[in-house]
């Protein structure tokens, strides 16, 4: 089994990161047409660079520390890196 791990970004990145996906999902919940439109393509790259950065068993620790089934998981608006 491997540790969950963040490869690539300084603890500084990551917390940019994370801040970055928080702002995002507040403009996507709450924004204007023009705001979740403008979320929606922020948010491809992060993604990327989320995926890049972290291993499948860091997505699944996040998974369980926040409580999250799979089955919550499963609308069709959740990030694709979340998705199982």
């Known amino acids: 089994m491997n540790k969950p791990m963040i490869s690539n ?7 940019v990161l994370i801040e970055k996906f928080i ?11 023009e705001e979740k439109a403008q979320a929606k393509a922020m948010l491809e790259p992060l993604q990327k660079q989320a995926l890049e950065a972290i291993n499948s068993e860091a997505i699944k620790q996040a998974k369980f520390e926040m409580n999250v089934s799979d089955k ?5 608006n959740v990030v694709t890196l979340f998705k199982p």
């Open 23 to 33: 702002v995002l999902n507040g403009m996507l919940l709450h924004g204007t047409k």
């Open 9 to 15: 970004l300084n603890q500084l990145d990551a917390a």
């Open 72 to 76: 919550d998981l499963s609308f069709s």
